[in-house]
């Protein structure tokens, strides 16, 4: 299985070197950025070039943002292409992902958990730790 | 309001530039990183430095993973500074964020509207294409 971040700029790119600075060096994370001087054209036939040469892989395709032109490339390929795709990548889920991979899990198990932590993926520290210590001050 | 990314590695670098291109420039937006050659100390005297920069400014920090050392320098200034944090951002929730603040929304309703709009951030588009399909088959 592969895992392809595709991004607008250079957040797919930081993704991944941030990933492989936590969980050390993953040969099946690959990314592209969308930059100002490349068409949306270029970048989709740059996905289309590793989807070729991952050929009979699963891949896992994460894009940085709904309806944005990455997104809207990879889905155009998806008519084609039998990848998976989920938009909206943090760090937390692609390091599950990742270790979930790594531990054999199937690409669609990998998808169902993904969305099933997003949302606690995401915290709201300053507001936890008051209600924690509210809960200390209560006891 | 100041937005101050802080990460492991290049991720809050590269989601920074990645904003930019989407967004254009934004002046209160600023980013930190973690690197091999640094310790988590050294990241936190560089926050503590951005954080006296602000002055009185309220301040919302980004970090890119729940107890992650990035995460832990921003919690133990918090005993200090009264700073907004919140963990696992991503790019439609670092965009929301942006154009609330520049709507004049507060600090606090930006905090409740990223938790509120986290779990539909992330989104596994291969299904949800799957069941627009079948609703048009089923028509």
């Given at each position: ?129 008051k209600e924690?210590l509210e809960g200390?001050d209560?006891?």
């Amino acid at each position: 299985m592969k895992i392809l971040l595709v991004s607008h700029g250079s957040f797919s790119k930081g993704l991944s070197e941030t990933m492989t600075m936590v969980l050390g060096p993953q040969e099946d994370l690959d990314y592209l950025g969308l930059y100002p001087e490349k068409s949306v054209d270029d970048l989709k036939t740059c996905v289309e070039e590793k989807l070729k040469e991952y050929g009979d892989e699963e891949v896992l395709v994460f894009t940085d943002l709904y309806f944005g032109s990455p997104f809207n490339a990879v889905v155009q390929l998806m008519e084609r292409y039998d990848v998976y795709h989920i938009t909206g990548i943090n760090v937390p889920l692609l390091m599950e992902t990742i270790v979930m991979k790594n531990n054999g899990k199937s690409i669609e198990e990998i998808c169902d958990e993904v969305i099933r932590l997003a949302s606690g993926s995401v915290c709201d520290v300053r507001k936890q730790f008051k209600e924690l210590l509210e809960g200390e001050d209560s006891k």
